[in-house]
């Protein structure tokens, strides 16, 4: 394995022209067909991810629900083409400004100033997307590495997951319930009442008065028995669970000689597992049936019964113990407790918290981690994951892959030039 500091000084760094590394042809000519090759890339990408999450609102569906859907993919797609471009003419630039590779000016530097291009898209919905996307395969990109204790226990204990993930859990869904996160997550908490954030009390007025009636029961869903309550969850939740594993096995890669679809097809039923069903439905039964034993056992619907619920329902985590789900609780678990935190400092120390406030925070830290999570696929691939690599090359219609590609094919030819390296 070639050091990457040699790799650069001995390889890279030495008079390499874009054409070796990063495109063919021209540079003007490679900015221009890739605008909208990079376009149809985004919209390939973004479809299934932005239109899947509806299958859960299946029955709620409505026309300003298929609207709102609409735009909001429209504007991932327009965010990923204009960074995804920004960054390939970035690499061009920078290559031309210093005449020649470096070791910061081949990825790093144009994926951080490329970065910025994000927020050209004003739309707060798809900002939030990036940044948990992002942050999410940063998180997983630093427990693939595991250089620290901490990443080396969590990469190899599930228990330690699945502890860090029950936290998460009910972080999140309390955080659902008082309405103040909207973004996706696996359950839908159940309605209540008595559990009001402050900033959303005059939103959930209307919400209130309807639901009133079930003020006087232990538990705020609307169906008169909690056991048919848990099962209605477990049929739903089932048949979602179903329905996404279906997805996930026909959209997995076989290897087979064979033509044909029904060959391919029943190739690719060796590879049906039934692990978002298993998750998704004893998550939903157990968070809703301890939830309703605390309830009653209480007598009311407190936040404590719905946090412990949430908490212990979080546990069937171990039956798909999933890097890639652990890290995107945990960054929706960081993102709300630093909520809780600026609430708090703002409620005690409002005039010594002001400035920190208005410091761009999750910005600053997007534009880091995007430009580490694709200088490390570039250079180093295997240390970015499944999920990491997918967003990377969907965004950019697998620009980082050529020159991950030409990267290793580079590294090669070094090392065998050089067998003790
Ligand atoms: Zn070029
Ligand atoms: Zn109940």
Not at 366 to 379: E, G, R
Request: hydrophobic share 40%; net charge positive.
């Amino acid at each position: 394995m070639v050091v990457l500091s040699k790799l650069f000084k001995d390889g890279l760094e030495k008079g390499l022209q874009c054409s070796d590394l990063t495109h063919s042809g021209s540079c003007k000519q490679n900015v221009t067909l890739n605008t909208y090759k990079f376009l149809i890339s985004n919209l390939k990408y973004f479809a299934p991810v932005i239109f899947l999450p509806l299958l859960v609102h299946l029955r709620s569906l409505n026309k300003k629900m298929l609207k709102d859907t609409f735009q909001y993919y429209i504007g991932a797609v327009a965010a990923g083409t204009t960074t995804g471009w920004c960054i390939m003419a970035m690499i061009c630039l920078l290559r031309h400004v210093f005449g020649k590779f470096g070791y910061y000016t081949t990825a790093f530097l144009p994926s951080l100033i490329g970065s910025f291009a994000t927020w050209a898209i004003p739309s707060p919905k798809v900002h939030r997307l990036y940044e948990t996307s992002v942050f999410q395969c940063t998180i997983e990109s630093f427990i693939l590495q595991r250089k620290t204790m901490l990443t080396k226990l969590i990469a190899e204990s599930k228990l330690l997951r699945t502890f860090i993930f029950m936290c998460c859990s009910s972080l999140i869904m309390n955080a659902k319930q008082e309405k103040s996160y909207r973004g996706f997550w696996l359950l839908q908490p159940t309605p209540t009442t008595t559990l009001v954030h402050p900033k959303n009390q005059a939103a959930l007025n209307e919400e209130a008065e309807e639901e009133s009636v079930h003020l006087l029961k232990p538990c705020s869903h609307k169906i008169s028995s909690c056991v048919r309550y848990a099962l209605q969850g477990a049929k739903t939740y089932f048949i979602l669970g179903l329905t996404l594993d279906l997805i996930k096995m026909l959209m997995s890669k076989v290897a087979t000689s064979e033509k044909g679809f029904m060959t391919k097809l029943l190739a690719k039923t060796g590879n049906f597992k039934i692990h978002s069903c298993a998750l998704l439905t004893t998550y939903v039964t157990f968070y809703r049936l301890v939830h309703c034993y605390f309830n009653r056992v209480c007598g009311a619907d407190t936040k404590l019964n719905h946090t412990a619920a949430a908490f212990l329902s979080g546990s069937s985590f171990i039956f798909y113990p999933k890097l890639t789900l652990f890290c995107y609780a945990l960054v929706l678990g960081i993102q709300i407790s630093w909520q809780h935190l600026e609430v708090y400092l703002s409620n005690e120390h409002e005039d010594a918290f002001e400035w920190i406030k208005n410091i761009p925070f999750s910005k600053l830290f997007y534009s880091l981690c995007l430009a580490y999570l694709v200088n490390t696929y570039c250079l180093r691939s295997r240390y970015v994951s499944g999920l990491g690599a997918t967003i990377i090359n969907g965004i950019t219609n697998n620009y980082a892959k050529t020159i991950n590609g030409n990267i290793e094919r580079i590294e090669q030819q070094l090392a065998s030039r050089s067998p003790s390296l």
